[in-house]
């Protein structure tokens, strides 16, 4: 393989810049822009020379032969000043030297290639350096640690063994014993699915802990949108005014909602028909928005009741997304905070203007998704994950499904397969060239 280099810090000047290069010609390289190879990892303090032995800044080398290095392979790091022109002139001189320009995740994935972790573990790392709360850097340094791998590793043993005993059954098919028709297989097949359902509600919590959800807030102008989403924010991001229509396009904030990353989007009111164009296009983006929304909250003013102009809305809405019917402004209509059911879907009574309600959202919200914030042995996962997850539990049970109306212990066998190598796509051990390019594509270079 190439040798390949790039900055490891991120973008910008800081206090300390680090440069990584991994392959074969490191400790050639190295020693040229050093002028002697350090010490294999001791911190060696030293100038970075130019070709013309000019110096290009002095720092610390680091040198960790194969196969003791984070890609398995001779890797250096170059710790300097972190300043842009720093960084890029000792990427160049590397360059020089017969190095070239890493891809995004290539050192990550180099690992991977070099068996130094797998697929879900170099994932975790890319997982851990964009987390955003520290109930997600938890979960993402567990499967940085192999808990995920692991638990679905100890699963793939437990499905090979049944695997192969039926199909040693199917070899031996001859004698007189229905070694498929005995309830151990059976047995066996009902535990694998109770474990597989285990490892998918924790895989479902760390995606929620990795992508969070998208909730939008909708309803009439003046219906209190904006104040919900100061009061969710923390702070005044949208104008609060009393004159309806004041938000014309869509305020988007991230925060954290105990925990669960929480993606708010304040929308302009929805109305009749305006000949005004801005306000068109307000609403056009906001329609937009809500076709891409995780949970939708519609807010209606309480103090005004559900009117027809709210029905309407309520009507229009994506028939396909969770919904939340919100009763603002109780401070004005005197009713009580409590989450009911009106016109079939969950309502919750609460004033965004003195945050009454807040709290009794926030369960609401953690129920709706299904989130547990104070659940334990949780890592960190992606969409792809629950989609392996899934189509091993699907095939686990079509294999059931064969064996018990059909007796058919070659389609079980066949299934059981399936979902080996479903699962198989989470740690690595059975993937596509694609789907590695697809994951190690979206690293930050360096990594």
């Known amino acids: 393989m190439d040798t390949i280099v790039a900055v490891a810090t991120a973008p910008g000047r800081g206090g300390v ?5 991994s392959g074969k010609q490191s400790a ?3 020693s040229a822009i050093c002028g002697k190879l350090p010490t294999p990892r ?10 013309e032995n000019e110096v290009i800044d002095e720092g610390i080398a680091l040198y960790f032969p194969s196969p003791a290095s984070f890609t398995g392979e001779d890797v250096v790091e170059l710790q300097g000043h972190g300043s842009p022109l720093v960084m890029d002139k000792l990427c160049q001189r590397a360059v020089e030297l017969g190095a070239r320009m890493a891809r995004p995740g290539e050192f990550s994935e180099r690992a991977f290639l070099n068996n130094k972790m797998d697929l879900a573990q170099a994932e975790a790392v890319a997982d851990l350096i964009e987390s955003s709360t520290e109930q997600a850097a938890k979960s993402a340094m567990r499967s940085l640690q192999g808990d995920f791998s692991n638990r679905v590793n100890d699963f793939l043993q437990e499905l090979t063994h049944l695997r192969m005993y039926v199909e040693a059954s199917i070899d031996f098919s001859d004698e007189e014993i229905d070694f498929l028709a005995e309830a151990q297989v059976d047995r066996q097949l009902q535990d694998l699915l109770k474990t597989l359902d285990g490892i998918t509600g924790s895989a479902k919590q760390g995606r929620l802990l990795r992508e969070g959800i998208s909730v939008v807030l909708a309803g009439q102008p003046n219906a209190g949108k904006s104040s919900l989403h100061n009061q969710l924010a923390g702070h005044d991001a949208a104008i609060v005014t009393d004159v309806a229509g004041t938000t014309r396009d869509v305020l988007r904030e991230q925060i954290h909602l105990g925990g669960l990353p929480l993606r708010i989007s304040d929308t302009a009111g929805l109305h009749d028909a305006t000949n005004d164009i801005v306000e068109l296009e307000g609403i056009r983006r906001t329609q937009n928005e809500l076709a891409q929304a995780d949970h939708i909250l519609l807010l209606i003013d309480d103090s005004q009741g559900l009117t027809e102009q709210d029905r309407k809305i309520l009507a229009e809405l994506p028939a396909n997304k969770p919904l939340t019917i919100i009763r603002n402004k109780i401070d004005k209509s005197g009713h009580l905070t409590q989450l009911t059911e009106e016109e079939g879907y ?3 009574y609460l004033s965004a203007k003195s945050g009454d309600g807040l709290e009794l959202l926030q369960q609401h919200l953690y129920q709706a998704v299904g989130f547990h914030p104070e659940e334990e042995g949780v890592f960190i ?3 792809r994950h629950l989609d392996a997850l899934a189509r091993a539990r699907q095939s686990i049970v079509n294999g059931y499904d064969c064996l018990s109306g059909m007796g058919a212990g070659e389609l079980l066998a066949e299934e059981l397969r399936l979902a080996q190598n ?5 740690t690595g051990t059975f993937t596509t060239e694609d789907l590695l390019d697809h994951i190690f594509s979206s690293f930050c270079i360096g990594k």
């Not at 810049?17 to 290069?21: A, D, K, T, Y």
């Not at 001791?42 to 020379?49: Q, S």
């Open 381 to 383: 996962a992606r969409r």
């Open 346 to 348: 969950p309502t919750l």
């Open 422 to 426: 479903a699962l198989g796509e989470i």
């Open 42 to 51: 001791y911190a060696t303090f030293t100038h970075f020379r130019s070709a």
């Open 17 to 21: 810049g680090v440069v990584r290069i």
């Open 28 to 30: 050639e390289i190295v």
